[in-house]
């Protein structure tokens, strides 16, 4: 059941990305592909995702090729469970690969988890897909796999998926 909304979410993201795109398809700016034009500071929120729950992100792109780019990440969230009332802030952090033309780019990465208010500590391996407009919209949909270094911890050690809206300038 979890899965099928996911499915249903992403799909639904999919048909937003094409919607919005196809009014763009005539600016000249669109004619270059890669990297070239790309902005590069890009401030997104995230559900569920490398904090397990929601983020905030601040992500820096730093262009290497024509159509390659690295990108550095930093993130967090507050979150505290059901069974406590302590302040938890979790750190994210993640570099990657992005790889693609003018607006639509594969999105590889790895990252890490750090909770301040639990002995979880999660590795994330990522690879999705990145739309990232010409007029600064970006919304990434990002199958994981997520590594608990916790023994015997709930979460984790399994397939987990991201999706992110956000604005780049």
């Not at 990297?35 to 500071?41: G, H, S, Y």
């Not at 007029?135 to 399994?158: C, E, H, S, W």
């Amino acid at each position: 059941m979890k899965a099928l909304l996911q499915i249903e979410i992403f799909l639904l993201c999919l048909g937003f990305i094409f919607i919005c795109d196809s009014g763009n398809a005539q600016d000249a700016d669109l004619k270059e592909s890669g990297m070239k034009n790309i902005r590069k500071t890009v401030f997104y929120f995230e559900i569920m995702g490398n904090a397990a729950v929601w983020s905030v992100n601040f992500e820096r792109i730093i262009p290497v090729g024509k159509k390659l780019g690295i990108f550095l990440r930093i993130g967090g969230n507050e979150y505290h469970g059901a069974d406590t009332n302590d302040l938890s802030i979790n750190i994210i952090g993640a570099t990657g690969i992005l790889y693609g033309g003018s607006k639509h780019f594969l999105d590889t990465g790895i990252g890490y988890t750090y909770f301040t208010g639990s002995l979880d500590r999660l590795i994330v391996f990522t690879g999705g897909y990145r739309y990232q407009g010409p007029k600064g919209l970006v919304i990434r949909a990002t199958p994981m796999y997520i590594i608990n270094t916790q023994k015997g911890d709930t979460f984790g050690n399994n397939i987990w998926f991201g999706l992110s809206f956000g604005y780049a300038f």
